[in-house]
């Protein structure tokens, strides 16, 4: 869980930055999005082999 403490005298769109920046570096909008709907197992497997797929492909170009 994502922290984040007001600091005296701190504008509220200073904070709201700092809040979001936090919930980004943690990643917990990308698990809600991943989570917003059931996936079978099979789905989650061939995702993983294309994504698996897409960077060695980039790897390759990069040699």
Excluded: C, H, N
């Amino acid at each position: 869980m994502t922290k984040i403490e007001v600091r005296d005298g701190e504008p509220f769109e200073s904070f709201i930055r700092r809040f979001r920046r936090a919930v980004e570096k943690a990643g917990i909008l990308q698990d809600i999005k991943r989570k917003e709907y059931y996936e079978k197992p099979s789905e989650k497997k061939r995702k993983r082999l294309a994504e698996a797929i897409r960077r060695w492909r980039k790897k390759m170009q990069q040699m």
